[in-house]
């Protein structure tokens, strides 16, 4: 008790037999304390996101679906560092949906949304596969691809969707702020996930889903003005 989470602690020790003899230090042991659930508000910008580094207490796996939940290997599956809407210098999280084997989650860290009037925003996207343009004719999505942005209250054993996106509900080569004002929970268990399936009909778009910028925050009492 009383450690920070997510943080690395070392154990040194070493005799004292008296003022005068004492052995060296010696570290005999380290350890890093388990993520806690975080209250809102929170910010992650996918700036720390590397091939080998996900960002602090997410996850990403191949395997499951939103009736079964994630499973498969830990730091797994589809989606990788990139830029948003393949943009340099502004980082984000993409997964490439092509064919019929690209899959995979991006799970959030745990909420404590116990306090209510919180809202979810986050950045999200198409383009070409590794180009800035639109998704080839008809700029849609896969007749069976989708993404799914779902939340769980029972830090991740069941999931809800909050948004579905597929051929008739396609982000454009843009960068769409979505906005979800999440109803009160009491449960300091909430999660959020990115759910991506390329379907299994080996169908012609070849395109990069982009999130970014994933924000969870009291909702504002004014509305911020947008386009001045």
Do not use: H
Request: proline share 8%.
């Amino acid at each position: 008790t009383s450690l920070t989470p997510v943080t690395n602690y070392y154990i040194w020790v070493r005799s004292v037999c008296s003022a005068s003899s004492k052995s060296v230090w010696t570290l005999t042991s380290a350890f890093t304390t388990p993520c806690a659930s975080f209250v809102p508000y929170y910010l992650e910008d996918f700036s720390t996101f590397t091939f080998s580094a996900l960002p602090t207490c997410w996850g990403k796996f191949n395997d499951g679906d939103p009736s079964t939940g994630p499973s498969g290997t830990p730091n797994s599956g589809s989606w990788n560092p990139a830029s948003m809407l393949n943009v340099p210098g502004n980082n984000a999280a993409k997964i490439n949906l092509y064919g019929t084997s690209a899959r995979g989650w991006m799970v959030s860290p745990v909420f404590d949304l116990t306090a209510g009037g919180y809202q979810v925003r986050v950045n999200v996207g198409t383009t070409q596969w590794n180009q800035q343009t639109p998704i080839n004719a008809p700029g849609l999505m896969g007749a069976d691809d989708t993404v799914q942005f779902l939340m769980s209250t029972n830090g991740g054993t069941t999931w809800t969707p909050l948004e579905t996106y597929n051929s008739s509900n396609t982000p454009g080569n843009s960068i769409n702020t979505e906005v979800y004002n999440i109803p009160l929970v009491t449960s300091n268990s909430v999660k959020f996930a990115y759910y991506a399936s390329a379907g299994t009909v080996s169908d012609g778009p070849d395109y990069d889903f982009f999130i970014d910028n994933f924000t969870v925050l009291t909702i504002p009492t004014c509305v911020e003005p947008t386009a001045v």
